[in-house]
């Protein structure tokens, strides 16, 4: 299962009820692969805490980045 949370993807923040602190509105987050949550309607997210946390999948929208621009927010965010 670890393998499968280390694959990375990029999603936007559409709603942030209940956790204005963890999320911010309009922002680019990674988030992990993760099936059991996706069957649960959730997606993990590396919140504003650096670390990864469970959101409702209807908080977020997928976002496809140009490679050159994911490699660069990527390194930025380590």
């Given at each position: 299962m670890a393998e499968s949370r280390n694959k990375k993807r990029f999603v936007v923040c559409i709603r942030n009820t209940g956790y204005p602190a963890s999320l911010e509105l309009?922002?680019?987050?990674?988030?992990?692969t993760d099936g059991e949550a996706?069957?649960?309607?959730?997606?993990?997210?590396i919140d504003e805490s650096g670390e990864d946390y469970?959101?409702?999948?209807s908080f977020?929208?997928?976002?496809?980045?140009?490679?050159?621009?994911?490699?660069?927010?990527r390194r930025a965010v380590g």
């Open positions: 309009r922002k680019i987050y990674q988030a992990l996706e069957t649960h309607g959730l997606v993990r997210v469970l959101y409702p999948q977020f929208m997928a976002v496809e980045l140009p490679q050159r621009v994911a490699s660069a927010v």
